[in-house]
């Protein structure tokens, strides 16, 4: 079993920048990938971001290329999400996952927590 927490949402407002961290615990050593997705009011959850365990390969969504970076320190087993320049549409909540390597799917997540961007 692999827990994330998540912590670091808030309420911000447009064009300012916030940073998300995901501290992961348990069977790290399984750990394949880290992904955010979030999940706006009345749609679908949405992935965003991933990033390899060994922090080597980074993915993307168009709608956060050049705005949002992954990062991951190994030291601390716990993976980041810098958000800058932050737009009304990104008002979401995020959750942070886990693909551990015997699936490679995101089999673990977190409780998420909420980013709120105001216009």
């Known amino acids: 079993q692999v827990q994330l ?20 615990s348990g069977r790290t050593f399984s750990i394949y990938a880290m ?3 979030r999940q706006a009011p009345g749609k679908e959850r949405e992935f965003v971001t991933e990033i390899g365990w060994s922090g080597d390969s980074t993915y993307y969504v168009d709608a956060v290329k050049g705005r949002f970076t992954i990062s991951k320190d190994n030291t601390k087993n716990t993976v980041y999400l ?20 015997a699936s490679r799917k995101y089999d673990y997540w977190g409780q998420g927590t909420q980013v709120t961007v105001s216009s």
Do not use: I
Request: with cysteine; hydrophobic share 40%; proline share 5%.
């Open 5 to 24: 927490v998540e912590t670091g949402g808030g309420l911000v407002q447009a064009g300012e920048s916030l940073r998300l961290s995901c501290a992961t």
């Open 35 to 37: 992904g955010w997705f």
């Open 82 to 101: 810098q958000m800058n320049s932050l737009k009304p549409e990104d008002t979401a909540v995020y959750y942070c996952a886990a693909a551990p390597l």
